[in-house]
């Protein structure tokens, strides 16, 4: 029996281990890689993320309300059927001379029948009206202005992911810069160590490389939480799956910052928030034109059809005689008095318009502000970006000769520290130069309305 428990033990060990390497193994084959530039990041996304969906479902609402908008102009037709049971008929008083009776007398009698069944059809048919031939003519106006606005939502998610790209692509260098610094300094320790040995270094020279090396063995590894919670971000923001892996193909250099210098020319027309505006100023005049048009009588035709039955038996599906009745109109509805409602609605749509064309007269000034000051700050980050190279490329070095001096006991573990202090320092600077400029110029085309 103890045997026989031992096998069963370990069968059950195997299936497990063999349905767990199954089910990674289906993992595996299920997560994707996807290896994207910063412009295919920002197409996966519009394919992708769920603000975008949303926004695309805005479009697909307004053409269902452009279908409600036509209905109004096509013919209406509804069907009618009545059943009536005549549980206790109406009763009538009659004068008693009819019937032989004294002057002054009244003879009750019930007319009708116990079941009665109506059966027709109504149709109207809108000839004019005002208000449902503007909103024909503003259906399209209206598609565009949804369209509109998910284009916005695709350009506010697209100035983020090349935000959030950049900021991958520059963290992932200063990685390699942490690594290249790590093995710098690890190669320091060794030799520091060997020069203690030798008695030409004190032991606190080498805690003090230590020290440092503990310090950047540290930050690197923060750094590289900070890059994967980064990958995380951008993948929440494009709408990918949080298992499928995500590589950058881009590289960020000076070149892809400098590249495609910004051109000074620059229309309000080229912003879709503009293009928005002026969409909502052709909605609004709609909106005024429709209360205008409500002063105007409106027409329509009408026509009906019925048949009817009446029986004292419930015998409407053996046959027996249906009478029939139909007719055919027109209805003119013409506005006489509202108690001024249409005045007051009118007025409050003018205010509306007259608002609309207040913001497209801001929002031009704000297009001209965010021009000129992103102009200025990329700018301004392309010189720091040439300025930072050249700082790093001094402090490089200015530790390489501080590492020959300590090498040939000229220089103390102090210097060498600083050295390294200020290279670290130069390197940051200067990758944070390169990110202020990639941004700058991300803000940049966003304001002449270029960004993609």
């Known amino acids: 029996m103890k045997m026989t428990s031992r096998w069963a033990w370990l069968l059950t060990v195997i299936t497990s281990i063999l349905v767990i390497t199954a089910k990674t193994a289906g993992a595996q084959e299920d997560r994707k890689i996807h290896q994207l530039s910063a412009k295919e990041a ?22 269902q309300v ?10 209406q037709v509804n069907g009618t059927f009545n059943f009536t049971d005549n549980i206790k008929l109406p009763t009538s008083l009659l004068p008693g001379e009819f019937f032989g009776q004294p002057p002054g007398t009244y003879i009750p009698v019930k007319f009708g029948v116990q079941y009665s069944s109506t059966l027709g059809a109504d149709l109207n048919q809108i000839l004019f009206d005002g208000q449902v031939f503007v909103g024909l003519q503003a259906r399209k106006t209206a598609m565009d202005f949804a369209r ?16 959030v790209y950049y900021q991958l692509l520059i963290a992932q260098v200063q990685v390699e810069l942490f690594h290249a610094n790590i093995v710098r300094f690890e190669k320091l320790l060794h030799d520091t160590r060997e020069i203690y040995k030798n008695g030409f270094a004190e032991k606190l020279d080498v805690d003090r490389v230590s020290v440092t090396l503990t310090n950047l063995r540290t930050d690197s590894i923060k750094l590289r939480t900070q890059v994967n919670n980064g990958y995380l971000g951008l993948k929440v923001l494009m709408g990918m799956p949080i298992n499928d892996s995500l590589v950058l ?78 007719s055919i109109g027109l209805r003119v509805n013409v506005p006489i008095f509202d108690g001024n409602r249409r005045r007051a609605q009118m007025e409050q749509a003018r205010s509306a318009l007259r608002q609309t064309e207040f913001d497209m007269k801001s929002l031009q000034l704000s297009i001209d502000n965010d021009v000129a000051a992103s102009r200025n700050r990329f700018r301004d980050a392309v010189l720091a970006v040439d300025a930072q190279h050249q700082n790093m490329d001094l402090a490089t070095s200015v530790f390489d000769q501080t590492k020959k001096k300590y090498d040939q006991g000229l220089g103390s573990n102090t210097e060498i520290n600083q050295a390294q202090t200020d290279l670290t320092t130069a390197q940051t600077n200067l990758f944070s130069a390169l990110y202020d400029a990639a941004v700058a110029k991300v803000d940049y085309l966003k304001a002449v309305g270029k960004i993609y």
Not at 66 to 75: F, G, I, K, M, Q
Not at 271 to 277: A, G, I, K, T, W
């Open 148 to 163: 509109k606005n998910a284009e916005i939502t695709e350009e506010n998610i697209a100035v983020n992911i090349y935000k």
């Open 42 to 63: 920002v197409e996966y996304a519009k394919l992708n993320s769920n603000v975008v969906k949303k926004a695309l479902e805005e479009i697909r609402i307004q053409d």
């Open 66 to 75: 452009n279908r409600e908008v036509t209905a109004s102009a096509l013919p």
């Open 249 to 326: 193909s881009e590289q960020i250099t000076e070149e892809m910052v400098k590249r495609d210098i910004l051109d000074t020319a620059y229309s309000y027309e080229n912003r879709r928030e503009f293009q928005l505006l002026q969409l909502g100023k052709q909605l609004n005049e709609f909106n005024v034109k429709r209360y205008k048009m409500m002063a105007i009588p409106t027409l329509s035709a009408f026509g009906n059809y019925y048949t009817n039955a009446q029986r004292n038996e419930f015998d409407f599906f053996k046959g027996g005689q249906w009478f029939q009745q139909s």
